[in-house]
């Protein structure tokens, strides 16, 4: 299978092509530069160069894929996760590609309930609030499409290898969380999704 990963320097998008590359995936790695990559070669590795906000460089780097990832991420401006989610949905639609598979983050529609104080009202209410809103307005806009999308949503991210440990899919009167996964644990929930239909069209909440 071939699959493009946007966001692909990021905290995410970068142990996605790392453990996709080990999975045996054919991987096209979307990124502004090549450099933060480092040392990361790969007879299956593709890096395609280009920005997300352009919608030329994204329908030219996803035609000939299977499946896209997007682990877009800017921190705290709020703004390329919108417009590349929007570029990746025009991309997809018009050549026909139909898995997407998306981090977004916990706090979203439901799972804003599984949150504790300080995350509803510090972290999302006001240092992370441009960045939150950014991915409210990206999960609308795939969820509006017919596209065999899955949402996932990650807690607070944290370094360390793939546990496999943490909770998934629970509703929003879960309660007892740590509220942090480790960006291992994400990056192989999402590559799980490829080989799986249960949460097409869904979204779903992970977290320790």
């Known amino acids: 299978m071939k699959i493009i990963v946007f966001g692909a320097n990021g905290a995410v998008g970068s142990e996605i092509v790392k453990q996709a590359l080990e999975l045996g995936y054919i991987v096209t790695a979307f990124v502004r530069s090549a450099e933060k990559l480092g040392a990361l070669h790969h007879k299956n590795l593709r890096i395609e160069l280009g920005d997300a906000a352009q919608k030329e460089d994204v329908e030219k780097a996803i035609n000939g894929h299977d499946a896209v990832l997007c682990a877009l991420g ?6 390329i996760r919108t417009t590349g989610t929007r570029n990746i949905i025009v991309a997809m639609e018009q050549l026909h590609v139909q898995r ?4 977004t983050t916990l706090g979203m529609g439901d799972s804003y309930h599984n949150l504790n104080a300080f995350w509803k009202y510090f972290m999302f209410g006001f240092f992370l609030k441009r960045a939150f809103e950014d991915h409210k307005q990206q999960e609308q806009l795939i969820a509006n499409t017919n596209l065999a999308y899955t949402l996932v949503r990650p807690s607070a991210l944290t370094d360390g290898g793939i546990t496999n440990q943490f909770k998934r899919g629970f509703g929003a009167d879960q309660k007892k969380l740590t509220l942090k996964i480790s960006k291992a644990d994400v990056a192989s929930f999402m590559l ?8 097409i069209q869904k ?3 992970i977290s320790n």
């Not at 800017?74 to 703004?79: E, W």
């Not at 999704?193 to 249960?198: E, P």
């Open 74 to 79: 800017d921190g705290r401006k709020g703004i």
């Open 192 to 199: 799980a999704q490829l080989q799986s239909k249960q949460y």
């Open 100 to 103: 997407f598979i998306c981090q």
């Open 203 to 205: 979204s779903v909440s």
